[in-house]
Structures are given as structure tokens and as C-alpha cells.
């Protein structure tokens, strides 16, 4: 049985961006992400591994960077583990309370002076834990800057 929002209705783009702007610490939000896409349901020509996800925005700032004009890992991480969360109330298809178990980034090079995206994807949903994967890349080429790994309690 499909799951209703608070609002009650259909878990879509609007009600994640709800999500978050109102369940996140201020300091996520000062990131001014932007949410894309929500993918909870496979489209008609979807392929067998299909995954729920989600794909966000994170804008370039000077304030995110280190030395050098680089985009921090830090700000990279926060935005990987924040997609992910969104990821998870996709495949949920609604807002549950969870937490990070777990996050594994592997850099593979800086992204500069470029918004970044991450496109999240749910391998698994679980009844008490989540396993997924988030690709982040430079908004300007399309090319990857990490791969996250995370692991979530679902509470």
C-alpha cells in the first residue's frame, strides 16, 4: 500500500522540497540546495535494476570553497548524505525518520566554480535500513567528482 505524506497527498517534488526546507539543520539549508527530480515510481521503458532516487542541485559558492576556489569535501558530503535522505523518502514515497549509519566518499577530482549534482539512487529499502549509492558531478561537465556510499537506520 502506498504511503501518504503529511499533507496527504502523493509524495512528489513539492512535498520533498517541504522536507527540506523545514526537517534539515539551518546550516543544510544554507546550502540552498535545489531538488530536480524525484524518482519513486519506474517509468514505462524502466530496466530491470531500476532504482528510486532522487536528483539535487547544490549551487556554487565562494563560502563552500578552500584554498584554491575548490568546492570543500565537507560541503561534497554534506550534499551527498542530504540527497540520499531525499533518495530514501522517494522510495518511501513519504517522510520517515532516519539516520546515517554510515557514509563512505571516495574524491575523484575537485570540481571548481561549478554547481554540483548528485543523483541518488535507493539499491536498497529495507524495514529498519537503507543501502545507496549517490554519483556527484560537476555541473558544467557532467563528469564525476565522487561516489557515495551510504547505509541509513530507519527509525
Not at 501518504?4 to 540552498?32: H, M, Y
Not at 515510481?41 to 539535487?56: E, F, K, R, Y
Not at 549551487?59 to 575548490?70: D, Q
Amino acid at each position: 500500500m502506498q504511503q501518504e505524506t503529511s499533507s496527504g497527498e502523493e509524495f512528489g517534488i513539492e512535498e520533498a522540497r517541504r522536507v527540506l526546507g523545514q526537517v534539515f539543520a539551518p546550516w543544510v539549508q544554507d546550502l540552498n540546495l535545489s531538488i530536480d527530480r524525484i524518482d519513486h515510481v519506474p517509468p514505462p521503458d524502466a530496466v530491470s535494476d531500476w532504482q528510486p532516487g532522487a536528483i539535487l542541485r547544490m549551487p556554487f559558492s565562494e563560502r563552500l570553497c578552500r584554498n584554491g576556489g575548490m568546492v570543500c569535501g565537507q560541503a561534497l558530503m554534506a550534499f551527498a548524505d542530504t540527497a540520499m535522505v531525499i533518495a530514501n523518502l522517494a522510495a518511501n514515497r513519504g517522510y520517515r525518520p532516519m539516520t546515517t549509519v554510515d557514509q563512505t566518499t571516495h574524491f575523484m577530482r575537485a570540481v571548481t566554480s561549478s554547481d554540483v549534482i548528485a543523483d541518488a539512487r535507493v539499491i536498497r529499502l529495507g524495514r529498519t535500513m537503507s543501502f545507496g549509492r549517490v554519483t556527484l558531478m560537476s555541473a558544467s561537465d557532467n563528469k564525476p567528482v565522487a561516489m557515495v556510499s551510504s547505509a541509513f537506520a530507519m527509525l
